[in-house]
């Protein structure tokens, strides 16, 4: 993947982490050659699995929950490297902007013309939620997908939950998440912590 996916598990790690926790990553990955990742570069995936793999054993989370928070992270990531653009003009509404992901990648692929990009179809239904089906010629992303969603959940303003609901790795034909949006959030939040209402 291009070093623009590589630098922001850098910065992401760096930022919350610090950097003798970085470098410790990258020499668990065995990258320890590498002084810097280029945004163009075109790295082998095998350079992303394994700083992600590192990080976990680093900083004790699981693979679900490192893939999560990179998904949310590159959100604002992408927004602060000169994408903000590219971000913006993608839809004014969350529901627009996933109609809308093949396209942002197609524009994406102008400056990264190597990109193999991952391919997206959002069904929507009268209820406010939507079904995102995701495809990609990589395996092992799909938590990254999640984390995405509740990233682009916090830059629309728009409080959503995310549910996974088929599963590639366990056979079925695509990975498939159940996108509900939460407008009356507040009235959630006032609830007791059991999620009864008191009469
Ligand atoms: C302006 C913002 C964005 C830019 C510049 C961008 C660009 C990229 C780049 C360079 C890659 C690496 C792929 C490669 O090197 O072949 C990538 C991967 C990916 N992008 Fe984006 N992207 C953006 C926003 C998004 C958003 C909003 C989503 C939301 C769903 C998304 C979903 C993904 C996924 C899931 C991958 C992993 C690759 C795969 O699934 O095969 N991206 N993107």
Redesign the pocket.
Known sequence: ??G??NRAIQQMVTTHHGEEAWQRIKDRADLQDIDFFSTYQ?YPDDVTHRLVAAATEELGLTDDQIMQAF?EY??TY?ASEG?EQ??ES?GETLPE?LDH?DN??AR?AV??P?????S?RCEHSADASMQLE?R???RG?AP??TG??HG?GKRFHTPLEVDQIAFRDRGDATDLFQVRLCPDSDSVAALPDDGTKSE
């Open positions: 993947m291009y623009l996916v075109a998904g590159w959100i992408t994408y590219l971000l993608t902007f992901l942002l990648h994406a400056t990264f190597d990109l193999q990009p991952p997206f995701y990609s010629k990589r992303l990254m997908v995405l969603l682009l």
